[in-house]
């Protein structure tokens, strides 16, 4: 069973977010991609080609006003962020997505997850953004705990089956 991490709680005033800088954070957020990837999408495997593209899609961030990426920094480094996208929906509202979030497992467990997630909101909500959505793998019970204690619901589901090659 989860429980707060009991080590890390005192600390968690020392942790703070703020913009991502490209120069001195792209090498610890590329660190975290493979558990970022490999733990939500089974199967995945990290290689060399995603992660230039990784790199160079945090390069276009940076100059993207429609995209933010928040880093959350303790007193061993960066050890987490949260990379927001902004869209226009159909209707004309503008709606917010939290694209990705990670917070590096010496971290978790002491509200950095959440810190980020209250600033990722409030960095949407000013910039206009009337909702916020984000995706999240169905097993992954961490993620769902932190976003339902903030308010979020299910409002569509993606559905997926295996297609196996017919023998002929
Ligand atoms: C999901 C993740 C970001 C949570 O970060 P975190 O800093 O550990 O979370 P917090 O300490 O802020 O916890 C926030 C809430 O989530 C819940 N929670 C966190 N970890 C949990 C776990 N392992 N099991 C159940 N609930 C958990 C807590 O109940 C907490 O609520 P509370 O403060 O009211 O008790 C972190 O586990 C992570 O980076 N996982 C790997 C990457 C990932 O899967 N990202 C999500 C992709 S959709």
Same mark, same amino acid.
């Given at each position: 069973?989860?429980?707060?991490n009991?080590?890390k709680? $005192?600390?968690g005033?020392?942790v %703070?977010i %703020? +913009?991502?800088?490209?120069?001195?954070?792209?090498? !610890?957020?590329?660190?975290?991609?493979?558990?970022?990837?490999?733990?939500?999408?089974?199967?995945?495997?990290?290689?060399?080609?995603?992660? *230039?593209?990784?790199?160079?899609?945090?390069? *276009? !961030?940076?100059?993207?006003?429609?995209?933010?990426?928040?880093?959350a =920094?303790d007193?061993?480094?960066?050890c987490g962020?949260?990379?927001?996208?902004? =869209?226009?929906?159909?209707?004309?509202?503008? %709606?917010? =997505?939290? $694209?990705?979030?990670?917070v590096h497992? @010496?971290a978790r467990g002491r509200g950095v997850g959440r810190q980020l997630m209250?600033?990722? =909101?409030?960095?949407? %909500?000013?910039?206009?953004?009337?909702?916020?959505?984000?995706?999240?793998? *169905?097993?992954?019970?961490? !993620?769902?705990?932190?976003? @339902?204690?903030?308010?979020?619901?299910?409002? @569509?589901?993606?559905?997926?089956?295996?297609? +196996?090659?017919? $023998? @002929?």
């Amino acid at each position: 069973m989860w429980e707060p991490n009991p080590a890390k709680g $005192s600390e968690g005033a020392a942790v %703070r977010i %703020r +913009p991502f800088d490209y120069v001195t954070d792209t090498g !610890a957020l590329l660190s975290f991609m493979p558990e970022l990837y490999e733990t939500n999408f089974p199967g995945f495997v990290v290689d060399v080609e995603f992660m *230039a593209r990784r790199r160079s899609q945090l390069r *276009a !961030a940076v100059r993207d006003p429609s995209q933010k990426v928040l880093v959350a =920094e303790d007193s061993l480094g960066v050890c987490g962020f949260i990379w927001l996208v902004m =869209e226009q929906e159909f209707s004309r509202r503008r %709606r917010g =997505e939290v $694209s990705a979030i990670y917070v590096h497992p @010496r971290a978790r467990g002491r509200g950095v997850g959440r810190q980020l997630m209250e600033a990722g =909101e409030e960095h949407l %909500r000013s910039c206009g953004c009337q909702s916020v959505m984000l995706m999240v793998t *169905a097993t992954n019970q961490a !993620a769902l705990s932190l976003y @339902r204690s903030l308010g979020y619901e299910t409002t @569509r589901y993606q559905m997926e089956k295996p297609l +196996p090659r017919k $023998s @002929r």
